[in-house]
């Protein structure tokens, strides 16, 4: 309590480390649980920052959950964050109503020019690796991706993918992520002058630093948002010193990404965290079907000690004698194998194989299976995306909230800064929308697309094709089909470029007709032609 009442009289960067301080505290329960499912699935990773050397693969005994866990994370990236169109941009509903339909579409047309603008700086290959990177952590937890300023134009924007054990989250009262706290724990003295030259350190901060360059410290960068609805970024010293860099953005600078939430937490729960207990179970079976294997490999082995033989001088292998003065007798062999050769592993076996399809469709593995059979066919494959779609809509969704449309606009922002992109673009659901152009986004939209291909076909069947145009707006319908579609909306051809179309599509076909009738009036030319050669015959 006394610490309390210090802090709120204290300096703001002092209010921040008992504020960051406690957010840390709280992230403290979830490491033991995310730590489990690293020693399981993904081994090799490095939690905690701290670089402990380790034997990492000591536990792993069957390879399906690191191996799904990787194909899981592509399959996340393929879903969430394409690589060909990374989002389109459209009117929003409540604009749309306000619209004809030829109006929506030129605003449409106007707002996907922005979009096209935009996207090209973010199909670099940092930012693909780093939201790889991302849905790495993802599969278990919590993906955090911060886009940067770069250091010119040449390179005006960055990503960094951080990692979900140097972020420590906070919500507000109503849930929604507003602090964020990257914890450094291995940047040198050096490093940290050359990211913050004119950071406020401590007064014996520099001579340390040229003492001691890469003597590793910990910083704190933390983003939060200010009641205004902008946010602000801050970043100090562990303990000492004031704050080495502040600014303040229009939009959110970090996005943090969860795959599934529960209700008033505020950290993610990946796909591994549900598949945990099977990959654990598949593991122990794997393992003890491996020790199973190598006692019928082996056997278990016995002797007498009668002094004839001593297992600690003897070697085990082929071609080798053992010295011995007997090998029967009444009491019988000296040395005998105990267990039986023909042991029974085909219950592993099905226990094992079980696992391993209930591992791969937790973890969102749709690799078709490469055993020599008959390969599924494109409605299969379909209806497995439509199933994947239906089965994690509510974690799609979440994602494409907390990604793109965190990411965008603050690339917009930031092209805004190095004055590229002329002005900025506010996201609002409801005016101005954003989605991803995604398999996944297109396998939610197949119900409303598939309902008014429906209802075109029965008008068509029940009035005629040639009629279809007195019950349906073909304008309505071609943009709510492309929409469905997920095509871009500068795809479809503008009224004038329909016209220029329509007139060349006529002069070419009165260029035909023309041509038809010639041909057909070809034999009377030539008959009247020779007429007047047999009257003066």
């Not at 952590?137 to 390179?155: F, H, I, K, Q, Y």
């Not at 079907?289 to 001088?313: E, M, S």
């Amino acid at each position: 309590m006394a610490e309390s009442s210090r802090s709120d009289g204290g300096t703001p960067v002092e209010k921040q480390r008992l504020r960051s301080r406690q957010v840390w505290l709280k992230r403290a329960g979830w490491d033991h649980l995310y730590n489990e499912a690293y020693d399981y699935v993904l081994p090799n990773r490095r939690p905690g920052g701290d670089g402990k050397i380790k034997a990492p693969t000591q536990m792993i005994f069957d390879m399906t959950g690191p191996n799904s866990a990787v194909h899981c994370a592509g399959e996340i990236q393929r879903q969430v964050f394409p690589i060909s169109t990374p989002f389109i941009a459209e009117t929003g509903p409540l604009v749309a109503q306000q619209l004809s339909v030829k109006e929506k579409i030129a605003f449409d047309r106007q707002l996907q020019g922005v979009a096209n603008f935009v996207y090209p700086f973010m199909k670099t290959g940092e930012f693909d690796t780093t939201m790889h990177e991302a849905c790495m952590d993802l599969t278990l937890g919590t993906g955090a991706v911060l886009p940067l300023r770069g250091p010119s134009m040449n390179e005006p924007v960055r990503f960094v993918c951080l990692p979900q054990d140097e972020i420590a989250i906070a919500q507000d009262a109503w849930g929604r992520v507003n602090f964020v706290s990257w914890k450094r724990t291995n940047l040198g003295r050096e490093a940290v002058l050359e990211a913050w030259p004119r950071g406020d350190y401590p007064t014996n901060f520099r001579e340390e630093a040229r003492k001691n360059p890469y003597q590793e410290i910990t910083v704190y960068q933390d983003f939060y948002r200010l009641p205004d609805g902008r946010w602000r970024f801050v970043a100090y010293l562990e303990k000492d010193g004031g704050f080495l860099a502040q600014e303040t953005y229009l939009t959110q600078p970090i996005s943090v990404m969860r795959f599934y939430r529960w209700p008033g937490e505020a950290y993610g729960r990946g796909p591994v965290l549900f598949a945990l207990p099977t990959i654990r179970t598949v593991n122990k079976a794997q393992e003890l079907a491996l020790k199973a294997a190598a006692i019928q490999l082996l056997g278990i082995w016995g002797y007498r000690a009668g002094g004839t033989f001593d297992p600690d001088t003897v070697r085990v292998g082929p071609a080798e004698f053992w010295p011995m003065q007997s090998t029967g007798g009444v009491l019988g062999p000296d040395v005998q194998r105990l267990d039986t050769a023909s042991g029974n592993l085909q219950a592993a076996r099905m226990v094992i194989g079980d696992g391993q399809r209930q591992i791969r469709e937790a973890l969102l593995d749709t690799r078709m299976p490469d055993d020599g059979g008959t390969p599924p066919s494109a409605s299969e494959v379909a209806l497995r995306a439509a199933q994947n779609a239906k089965v994690h809509v509510g974690a799609y969704g979440r994602l494409n909230a907390e990604g793109p449309q965190v990411l965008v606009p603050r690339v917009m922002e930031i092209l805004h800064e190095w004055r590229i992109l002329p002005e900025l673009m506010s996201f609002n659901q409801l005016i101005v929308s954003m989605y991803i152009n995604s398999p996944m986004a297109a396998a939610l939209k197949a119900d409303e697309l598939q309902a008014s291909i429906n209802y075109y076909q029965l008008v068509a069947s029940v009035v005629g094709p040639e009629r279809v145009g007195e019950y349906i707006s073909l304008d309505r319908f071609l943009d709510r089909t492309r929409a469905g579609m997920l095509v871009p909306p500068d795809i479809p051809t503008t009224e004038a470029e329909r016209k220029q179309a329509a007139d060349e599509a006529a002069a070419q076909q009165a260029m035909a007709v023309a041509a038809e009738g010639a041909v057909r009036a070809a034999p009377n030319i030539v008959d009247a032609m020779a007429q007047p050669e047999a009257a003066a015959a």
